[in-house]
Every structure is written in C-alpha cells, then in structure tokens.
C-alpha cells in the first residue's frame, strides 16, 4: 500500500462510538426510530453488541444534537422533528 492509500483509509478511520452514533443518527432521520420512542442504554448496547459506555456515549451526541431528548434518570425520548431536504442536505426543526 503506497502513502496515499494508507493516508486516506486512516482518514476514513472512526472509533466504535463515532460509527454507532452515525448509526443511531440515521435511524432517527430515516424514521426508524420514530418520534417518541423511548432509547436505552442497555438496549443499543444489547442492539448493537457495544459496552455501556460507548452506547452512552453515541446517546450523549445525539441528545447534544437535539435528536434524543435525556429526562432525568430516565431514558431518551426521540425527538420529533420535521425533515426539509434542500440541495441534498437535511435541514430538522425540532417541534417538541
């Protein structure tokens, strides 16, 4: 593999956590996890075969993002929102 091939598959390169929360974000775009559903810890660690932690983690970003919405010692809630596609990007308003 020459410099350039190895540059650019280590560029491409995510940890488990950046590569669930990918994951979990385009469920929540695409609907696949609807408005309301309830999101646990345990069961994206269960879903996606991860530790607690990293499923924690990908959740954290999410809820950062306004996709999940943390209530307190309670699990997510995801979000409703309303998609607007423009030029091939996703535009969200959160509705809740």
């Known amino acids: 593999m020459n410099d350039d091939a190895r540059k650019s598959v280590i560029s491409k390169t995510v940890s488990i956590s950046e ?16 408005a309301g559903s309830l999101v646990t810890e345990t069961e994206v ?4 075969g ?9 959740i954290q970003s ?3 993002d306004g ?12 979000s409703t929102f309303e ?3 423009h030029r ?6 959160n509705s809740d």
């Open 88 to 93: 091939g990007s996703i535009f969200c308003s």
């Open 45 to 48: 660690a269960s879903t996606y």
């Open 19 to 34: 590569a669930l929360t990918e994951e979990l974000r385009s469920k929540v775009l695409d609907g696949d996890i609807p």
């Open 67 to 78: 996709l999940l919405r943390r209530r307190p010692k309670q699990a997510c809630l995801c």
């Open 62 to 64: 999410l809820t950062h």
């Open 83 to 85: 998609q607007k596609r």
């Open 50 to 58: 991860v530790s607690r932690p990293t499923a924690k983690s990908a």
